[in-house]
């Protein structure tokens, strides 16, 4: 399994990405590879657009024994219009880009790309696609008559695909993996291609790359973490000469390492040409990590142990000399972590504190190791299953105003009422859980949206006093969705973060190494620093 260029963990920018064509490319790329590594016999597995492009690649090819086509997209039009629909349904309406550039939820298309992909259409060829053909096509759906034009003359296998929409028409963090499907893949490809052993070199793992990222280097290495062998991608300056303590990046609910809209493989490789190591990882369940003891969640209590032990990893002689920076339950991750172990710093974007994990939702009590989550109260519980109650919140005249701009203004003036909540449980205050890191002297970022800010935002007297004393930096940016999928939320989200971490862990001026390319980056806090222009040296 492979990236595609400008994607995951490949360099490049998915917007830099011209050509429909340079992604067949790549698959033409992966195929001679393991070719050149002694496989007689090549199978294409591909879902969606990934069907689609190996269907493509197999034409190009003509010597592909298998190929599966899994709920192939035959035409590029009704795949983007279905991604549209998702992104509007996800985090609403974007501006369109007037420079042509085509904005899907969690990555960006350049102009000539978009128009590529609406032209996009599997055409029926004489050339056989492969030896073996398997479609794999929804049952939910009416026949796709310009797909099955296109199959006229190949010899095929056609098997349901059930549980598609559940699968790919939601939005991340829900899907739901189709077994069912994936046990047909599992005993089709061994049947159609040859039995017998040959030898095949595993290709080299483990070893330095070096990549051109904005007119400098950066080096990366894979690397296993701790004792449950994590996945890890450390990513540094190409010199070697790094300074400050190392930055890891925590997963953001279940997606993999490289974020949403490959935001830490961004934020990585921007730290690494500005002299910072950096390490993105994945925790047990997700990605290419372990399993973990249990079924994947979003805030397993085991996640901490994993932490810890990556910590000691990276930093075996201190611990604690580390930076987190997580989203939503990656900065929950980073807050338990930050009031407990005590790290250099905590970059928390968007946290969400107000749940209830795994053991309460069980009927069990709080894992002792939690020391930040704040479980909803059981009366506030009982509101929320109670249907009359449900009928009333979520009447649509009483939705404006509870979300209107006056009402929310209205509840954030009342203080008094939100302290006397802290004090009497209902609604505990998790500002408290920034105070705990100031008194930890744990060095805080705190980024948000509007609608998780208000619950911290609510808590003016404990907050203003940690601004005021430069032990948290607190900032509010209206427009960014919850799991930053838009592009316009991950560049200021980015701008914030990485601008913190260079101002406050950042090697002195001239540690950088000398390959690092000459740019400006501007940090301009709203609170008590003064405004400061750094600019990396010149290349030697």
């Given at each position: 399994r492979f990236d595609y260029c400008g994607t995951g963990d490949s360099s490049g920018r998915s917007e830099d990405v011209e050509s429909v064509d340079d992604w067949v490319e790549d698959i033409t790329c992966a195929v001679r590879e393991v070719r050149r590594l002694g496989a007689t016999q090549v199978g294409l597995v591909g879902l969606r657009l990934g069907a689609t492009l190996a269907a493509l690649a197999a034409q190009r090819d003509g010597d592909i024994e298998a190929l599966a086509l899994w709920d192939p997209c035959s035409q590029g039009r009704g795949l983007l219009r279905e991604q549209r629909a998702l992104k509007l349904l996800s985090v609403g309406a974007t501006k369109e880009d007037p420079a042509g550039s085509v904005e899907l939820l969690s990555i960006v298309l350049s102009p000539s790309m978009g128009r590529e992909l609406r032209a996009l259409k599997l055409e029926p060829t004489e050339v056989r696609w492969a030896r073996h053909l398997l479609l794999l096509e929804r049952s939910d759906r009416a026949r796709d008559e310009v797909l099955h034009g296109a199959l006229q003359g190949q010899e095929f296998e056609c098997r349901p695909a059930d549980g598609q929409s559940e699968f790919v028409n939601v939005q991340p963090g829900d899907s739901v993996v189709p077994q069912a499907t994936i046990d047909d893949?599992?005993?089709?490809?061994?049947?159609?291609?040859?039995?017998?052993?040959?030898?095949?070199?595993?290709?080299?793992?483990?070893?330095?790359?070096?990549?051109?990222?904005?007119?400098?280097?950066?080096?990366?290495?894979?690397?296993?973490?701790?004792?449950?062998?994590?996945?890890?991608?450390?990513?540094?300056?190409?010199?070697?000469?790094?300074?400050?303590?190392?930055?890891?990046?925590?997963?953001?609910?279940?997606?993999?390492?490289?974020?949403?809209?490959?935001?830490w493989v961004e934020v990585a490789r921007r730290l690494a040409l500005l002299g910072m190591r950096s390490v993105r990882f994945d925790l047990r369940g997700i990605g290419d990590s372990p399993r973990g003891p249990g079924p994947s969640s979003t805030h397993p209590v085991e996640a901490l142990d994993d932490i810890v032990q990556v910590m000691e990893a990276v930093s075996p002689s201190d611990p604690s000399n580390v930076v987190l920076v997580g989203i939503c339950s990656g900065a929950y991750h980073a807050a338990e972590i930050g009031v407990v172990h005590a790290p250099k710093g905590v970059c928390l974007l968007n946290p969400v504190l107000f749940f209830d994990p795994a053991e309460v939702r069980a009927g069990l009590p709080l894992a002792a190791e939690r020391q930040t989550v704040q479980p909803v109260h059981p009366m506030i519980r009982w509101l929320r299953r109670n249907p009359f109650a449900l009928k009333i919140a979520h009447h649509p005249v009483v939705d404006k105003i509870r979300y209107g701009a006056p009402f929310e203004r209205f509840l954030d003036s009342l203080g008094v009422l939100w302290w006397l909540l802290d004090v009497v449980g209902v609604h505990r205050s998790p500002a408290k859980v920034l105070q705990r890191l100031a008194k930890a002297q744990v060095d805080t970022l705190f980024v948000a949206g509007h609608r998780e800010a208000r619950p911290f935002r609510r808590c003016r007297w404990l907050t203003r006093p940690l601004v005021a004393a430069g032990l948290l930096r607190f900032e509010t940016v209206e427009h960014v969705d919850h799991s930053l999928f838009t592009s316009a939320a991950r560049q200021d989200v980015c701008e914030l973060v990485e601008s913190h971490l260079l101002v406050h862990f950042g090697p002195p001026r001239g540690v950088v190494g000398t390959d690092v390319p000459s740019f400006a980056l501007t940090y301009s806090p709203r609170h008590e620093e003064p405004a400061v222009e750094i600019e990396s040296p010149q290349p030697a």
């Open positions: 893949l599992l005993s089709w490809l061994p049947r159609v291609l040859a039995s017998g052993s040959h030898h095949v070199e595993a290709p080299r793992t483990g070893r330095p790359i070096d990549l051109a990222v904005d007119g400098g280097v950066v080096r990366e290495q894979t690397v296993s973490l701790g004792g449950p062998g994590l996945f890890g991608i450390v990513a540094e300056p190409a010199s070697g000469a790094s300074g400050g303590p190392t930055i890891l990046l925590l997963n953001v609910g279940l997606l993999r390492h490289v974020g949403p809209g490959r935001i």
